[in-house]
Nanobody, 121 residues
Framework: QVQLVESGGGLVQAGGSLRLSCVAS????????MGWFRQPPGKEREFVAG????????GYADSVKGRFTISRDNAKNTVYLQMNSLKPEDTAVYYCAARVGPLSYSKYDYWGQGTQVTVSS
């Protein structure tokens, strides 16, 4: 079992940057694949980025490639999402997620409560 708490959301102008953090409690953080998802207003939740347990593999949605970077610090039980060149369409609630198993674009077992990111034009 792992509990996830996100932080770092907020209001930013288009073209700006934000860094989201997700701290995991519980043991064996370094055995979990971690992911970030988002749910825009009125839309389904969608995959944003994922990182393997060691940090050696990452994956991104096409809509964020080249602008977002996922990373993790296993010593701090934390996964990050650096978001640059933000666009109004990046506005969403962002969720941190964890799974036991290899990198996945969809199937995660544990979820945080979400943090709001709003990008103004």
């Amino acid at each position: 079992q792992v509990q996830l708490v996100e932080s770092g959301g907020g209001l930013v102008q288009a073209g700006g940057s934000l860094r989201l953090s997700c701290v995991a409690s519980g043991r064996s953080f370094n055995s979990y694949t971690m992911g970030w998802f988002r749910q825009p207003p009125g839309k389904e939740r969608e995959f944003v980025a994922g990182i393997s347990s060691s940090g050696g593999r990452t994956g991104y949605a096409d809509s964020v490639k080249g602008r977002f970077t996922i990373s993790r610090d296993n010593a701090k039980n934390t996964v990050y999402l650096q978001m640059n060149s933000l666009k109004p369409e990046d506005t969403a609630v962002y969720y941190c997620a964890a799974r036991v198993g290899p990198l996945s674009y969809s199937k995660y077992d544990y979820w945080g409560q979400g943090t709001q990111v709003t990008v103004s034009s």
